[in-house]
């Protein structure tokens, strides 16, 4: 069982940053790929991110591409989502994921864009 706390969420303006944190628990964080998650009011969560066990691959949805940026620290056991320039249209509950042969969740944090 891997537990995910994530933080960071919060109420910014159009044209603001975030980084969204998250923490893994246990000592399989390093071997498998995490993600980030999001869904937005009334709609299906969609894949925002994506990165590889050791950092060296990532991957974007074409709407965030060159305004967020992934990242993690092994030795922390924690993602990143970075969040730059943001929009009304990224207002959404962010969620982190364990991608191994199990897949586990965190509890969400919300993101709104609003002026």
């Known amino acids: 069982q891997v537990r995910l706390v994530e933080s960071g969420g919060g109420l910014v303006q159009p044209g603001g940053s975030l980084r969204l944190s998250c923490v893994a628990s246990?000592?399989?964080?390093?071997?498998?790929?995490m993600r980030w998650y999001r869904q937005p009011p009334g709609k299906e969560r969609e894949l925002v991110a994506t990165i590889s066990s050791g950092g060296g691959i990532t991957n974007y949805l074409d709407s965030v591409k060159g305004r967020f940026t992934i990242s993690r620290d092994n030795a922390k056991n924690t993602v990143y989502l970075q969040m730059n320039n943001l929009k009304p249209e990224d207002t959404a509950v962010y969620y982190c994921c364990y991608w191994g042969s199990s897949v586990y969740w965190g509890q969400g944090t919300q993101v709104t864009v609003s002026s």
């Open positions: 246990g000592s399989t964080f390093r071997n498998v790929f």
